[in-house]
């Protein structure tokens, strides 16, 4: 299993509400997914239900559980991987 730490990320937000998440989700992404808690992007687990996964071009915007620390939404770039993870899975 992956750890978070492996893929390079940017915190946009943190200690937010699930509603304060998906809001800023919708408005950095031209797509979103909602995934089911346990989907992995590149092996790193979501926690949660119906997980929102924005994409804007390359870049992956995703609601992300630490334990112990709350919420947050994490930006990866040069996430073509992930892109195509997520149409593959849920189509465009």
């Keep these: 299993m992956a750890c978070i730490n492996d893929i390079p990320f ?3 937000l943190k200690g937010a509400t699930p509603a304060q998440c ?3 989700i919708q408005e950095k992404s ?6 089911i808690g346990g989907y992995r ?10 997980v929102p996964v924005g994409v804007k071009g390359d870049e992956v915007f995703f ?3 630490k334990p112990c620390f ?5 930006r990866v770039p ?3 991987d992930i ?5 593959t899975d849920f189509g465009n």
């Design 78 to 80: 040069d996430a073509a």
């Design 63 to 65: 609601q992300f559980i």
């Design 10 to 12: 940017e915190i946009l």
């Design 22 to 24: 998906e809001a800023l």
């Design 41 to 50: 992007l590149r092996g790193v687990a979501l926690m949660g239900d119906n």
């Design 30 to 35: 031209d797509k979103v997914y909602h995934v």
């Design 83 to 87: 892109v195509e993870q997520l149409k």
């Design 70 to 74: 709350g919420l947050f939404v994490l």
